[in-house]
């Protein structure tokens, strides 16, 4: 049992709803990168996306692009992020970290390297948001014998056969997105998430979380009411913006506390 289902698994015991926080790594520095994983678990975070900073972000929003664009101004790329892996796992081996970004840097380092390095320093899955599953088999294969999850994106307009095919080659969780748009986007109609979730389920076995658009803990909990994970990242970006590199670290922790507390109300 993978890490992450291994997580996924105690939670459901216990009856909760795993948290799934995100920060892009390298904003709003490097040095903080580490602190700031530690302080979301702190606050009660049960699995990690670290992203991975890239030119081309797709599916962000502006929030997103902002840290992207100020990581990349630090030079931080996916050597780095590695780094912040291993240096995580020296004092935190159960928090499962997932990897979080776009094809190219996989395609620019190779795929046999990049799932090399991710299992020596302590990565626990990938999510690679311009991976289609169905053009994907042999590498989701490889993580799979590498003991890596591979997580897919499922949207609102996925198709039946979309669905039964991330249900095919995918591993750890499904990562819905509940919104027509990009990270940080509109507002979330939950009773709308649900009947996608329904639907979800007949093909994925999988636990499932749900993201884009999640800001506060009202709507985490509407969220935790359907899903089997709740995932936070824009809005935890722009605590790092609001609070600047002085604060950043004690705000993410305060924020990710109350969402938590929330989900466990």
Do not use: W
């Not at 996924?8 to 216990?14: E, M, Q, R, V």
């Amino acid at each position: 049992m993978s890490k992450i289902a291994a997580t996924f698994s105690a939670l459901k015991a216990h009856k909760k709803t795993a948290l799934v926080t995100f920060i892009t790594a390298g904003d709003p520095a490097p040095e903080l990168t580490v602190p700031l994983m530690h302080a979301m678990v702190a606050g009660g975070a049960d699995i990690l996306e670290l992203g991975v900073p890239f030119s081309d972000p797709m599916a962000e929003g502006p929030v997103i692009q902002r840290a992207c664009e100020r990581a990349l101004a630090h030079g931080v790329g996916i050597h780095d992020v590695f780094g912040y892996v291993a240096e995580f796992r020296k004092t935190n081996q159960t928090t499962p970290v997932v990897l979080m970004g776009y094809a190219n840097p996989i395609e620019r380092i190779g795929a046999a390297t990049f799932i090399a390095k991710s299992k020596a320093v302590g990565a626990d899955g990938a999510i690679v948001v311009d991976y289609p599953p169905e053009e994907c088999e042999e590498f989701a294969a490889a993580m799979r014998a590498a003991e890596l999850d591979l997580i897919f994106l499922l949207a609102p307009t996925s198709t039946e056969q979309r669905i039964a095919q991330v249900a095919k080659v995918g591993g750890g969780f499904s990562y819905y997105v509940s919104l027509k748009g990009v990270t940080g986007a509109g507002n979330i109609d939950t009773v709308e998430v649900a009947e996608r979730l329904t639907a979800i389920r007949k093909h994925v076995q999988l636990p499932i979380g749900v993201g884009f658009g999640i800001r506060d803990g009202a709507t985490a909990r509407a969220v935790a009411e359907v899903a089997d994970a709740v995932v936070i990242g824009s809005r935890i970006i722009q605590e790092i913006e609001t609070a600047g590199k002085d604060g950043a670290v004690a705000a993410v922790q305060t924020f990710v506390s109350g969402i938590r507390a929330a989900l466990d109300a």
